[in-house]
T-cell receptor
Framework: GAVVSQHPSWVICKSGTSVKIECRSL??????MFWYRQFPKQSLMLMAT?????????EQGVEKDKFLINHASLTLSTLTVTSAHPEDSSFYIC??????????????FGEGSRLTVL | AQTVTQSQPEMSVQEAETVTLSCTYD???????LFWYKQPPSRQMILVIR??????QNATENRFSVNFQKAAKSFSLKISDSQLGDAAMYFC????????????????FGQGTILTVHP
């Protein structure tokens, strides 16, 4: 099946610094990618939709200037947490539909990135 | 907007037994997808089973099957012959089918159910 890869899988940073998380579709092109945030033992909450070649669409309540999303190519989307604070500590997961996936409806998920802000 | 509700925060089952996880959803759309995803301790999301709303037949994947009741907006997951490896958090999810809609492609998740399998 289609593979989505995230990097890094685990990152620890100091408060006030910025952290970039990459999401790559390895064997298919993804014009759209979705970024989710998950707290321990809770559900996945959609943060934003990343669109190749255009601005991301953010969900209500998500700070655009805090969570910068760039989708520069058909295989790469990045999420940058700017001026990170301890409350930004969470598990971030990206997902993407494959071109053929629209017929099955399935989304493919990255491995996730655990961010800890000290 | 669509909502997905999982009313069982935790469930447990004995190995080799059968367990059913509940899910209800709310939508005004007629065409959509429903999914069950599994998230083990590794936190990698794994697709368990999918159902297209236009299909009346319940989806089945080996030991996993669903009871899809479209009119009741219910989508339960049955796990037969439970195995220790089935222990995980299970999420029910909804995805719009409408390619022209603003919600196209997004998954809406339920709250999740933590499944424990006892040996």
């Amino acid at each position: 099946g289609a593979v989505v890869s995230q990097h890094p899988s685990w990152v620890i940073c100091k408060s006030g610094t910025s952290v970039k998380i990459e999401c790559r579709s390895l064997d298919f092109q993804a014009t759209t990618m979705f970024w989710y945030r998950q707290f321990p033992k809770q559900s996945l909450m959609l943060m934003a939709t990343s669109n190749e070649g255009s601005k991301a669409t953010y969900e209500q309540g998500v700070e655009k200037d805090k969570f910068l999303i760039n989708h520069a190519s058909l295989t790469l989307s990045t999420l940058t947490v700017t001026s990170a604070h301890p409350e930004d500590s969470s598990f971030y997961i990206c997902s993407a539909p494959s071109r053929g996936g629209t017929s099955t409806g399935e989304l493919f998920f990255g491995e996730g990135s655990r961010l800890t802000v000290l | 907007a669509q909502t997905v509700t999982q009313s069982q925060p935790e469930m447990s089952v004995q190995e080799a037994e059968t367990v059913t996880l509940s899910c209800t959803y709310d939508t005004s759309e007629s065409d959509y997808y429903l999914f069950w995803y599994k998230q083990p301790p590794s936190r990698q999301m794994i697709l368990v089973i999918r159902q297209e709303a236009y299909k009346q037949q319940n989806a089945t994947e080996n030991r996993f099957s669903v009871n899809f009741q479209k009119a009741a907006k219910s989508f339960s997951l049955k796990i037969s012959d439970s195995q220790l490896g089935d222990a995980a958090m299970y999420f029910c999810a909804y995805r719009s089918f409408d390619a022209g809609g603003t919600s196209y492609g997004k998954l809406t998740f339920g709250q999740g159910t933590i499944l424990t399998v006892h040996p």
